[in-house]
């Protein structure tokens, strides 16, 4: 041996959603899938999975001792938080998800932590900093093509191209700009926050991902990477990238 101490691996926490067991007696539980977890561990950080229901002290104490964070996918947002007019496209909110998250996005972002947001994350990125949703993209947005998969293929189905600029942090970790990606989302970003950019676009013009200048890594996308490690291995870079920023590398 050589007497140097193992590196430690940075640890990355992970929102989580609720959910019901299906069971004579149904239980509560809090939830997570595994693609997230998995790709955490093959990028080389350690996950922690955050519970709902902490007040802002907890949250904040939490944050305090993770290197990363991943806001997860899910259903959707309130719209009293960004000043929704289409309540009626709205379904499956869980407000106390949507105070967690929103919370743990500001902080992440004014303190610098790194973070990486996955779809209904994307979104609460760009809420939390004061952007705005289509509340259903096929049927508010202009000229808007299908990106609601959800159910009717497999999380891995490649179901249009994204367009990346060139120069931004998201180019450099995926190593190209052009990719193909999955789609299981009905809503997405209308106003972008005033601290966020947009990096990627849909062939309609949809944001498909966002940065925030000046973090260590701060990025949010539309899609699923974590179903796509191993279909389209760039898609790793993405965690990785989150991890290496949490080692401060």
């Known amino acids: 041996m050589n007497g140097k101490q193992p590196r430690s691996r940075p640890l990355i926490g992970l929102t989580t959603y609720r959910k019901t067991a299906a069971q004579t007696n149904p239980v509560a539980l809090y939830a997570l899938m595994p693609s997230y977890v998995e790709a955490v561990i093959a990028a080389g950080g350690v996950p922690v999975m955050i519970p709902l229901g902490l007040d802002e002290i907890g949250l904040r104490t939490l944050l305090a001792r993770l290197d990363g964070l991943l806001l997860t996918g899910g259903g959707d947002i309130a719209g009293e938080h960004y000043g929704s007019t289409n309540p009626g496209f709205i379904f499956d909110v869980d407000a106390d998800r949507d105070r967690v998250e929103l919370f743990l996005a500001r902080e992440a972002v004014a303190g610098d932590k790194p973070l990486l947001a996955i779809c209904r994350g994307h979104q609460i990125l760009n809420v939390a900093l004061g952007g705005s949703l289509y509340e259903d993209v096929l049927r508010l947005m ?79 996308v539309q899609w699923h990477p974590e179903n796509l490690i191993h279909v389209a291995p760039p898609m790793l870079s993405l965690f990785q990238g989150l991890v290496e920023a949490a080692a401060g590398e």
């Open 142 to 220: 202009p000229s808007a093509i299908k990106h609601d998969y959800w159910g009717e293929y497999p999380r891995t189905f490649l179901s249009h191209d994204v367009v990346v600029n060139e120069g931004t942090t998201l180019a450099r970790c995926l190593g190209q700009t052009d990719v193909r990606v999955n789609s299981l989302h009905h809503q997405g970003l209308r106003d972008l926050a005033p601290d966020l950019v947009a990096v990627a676009h849909a062939p309609d013009g949809l944001v498909e991902a966002v940065e925030a200048p000046g973090r260590r890594y701060a990025i949010g």
